[in-house]
């Protein structure tokens, strides 16, 4: 896939996408019923079709601000049973596609999950020998600490198979910090919250 660049003050960012699905959203965002994205005219055609569907891209960034080397979530990732069919056991190029635009996995040295959803945890680990490893063994992988607490309830409602493919396996060997939802992670990059999806 094409990867798009974008360089901001002294810092460069890389997109990596993983996948583009092209289908009625209002199942992700209920206003976007096939009428009211059709009214948008500047949609068409690069982020929806004429007929009302929208083009949704899972994808990856990459904040490169010095010797940094920030992987801003790990889209949906392979080998992974999910409910949604096209994101079911994929076995796509991601790894590779990150390795040609510059970034093989062994030098990204944190990870930024910016929520823990499918979508956004997935490449924290690969199947090796039948395991869940760490995909970016040398990061360290960042969560929200209060996103990360809310999960820790009973009723949180976290998919235990995502857990146990994607989260837990990080966890267990120890790569995780959690962070303030406002953290500086280097002198130009600061986390800034943005509630909503």
Known sequence: MTSNRWTVGSVRITEIPEITTTSAAHWLLPDAVAEEVRKIEWLQPHYATPDGKVHMTIRALVIEDGDRRILVDTCLGNDKERPVPAWNMLDGPFL???AAAGFPAESIDTVLCTHLHVDHVGWNTRLVDGEWVPTFPAARYL???????????????????????????????????LVAVDAELTDHVTLVPTPGH
């Open 96 to 98: 590779d596609d990150l």
């Open 143 to 177: 969560f929200a600490e209060a996103e990360w607490e809310h999960w820790q309830q009973e009723d949180s409602g976290m998919d235990q198979i995502l857990r146990a493919d994607s989260i837990q396996p990080v966890i267990d060997a120890g790569l995780v910090d």
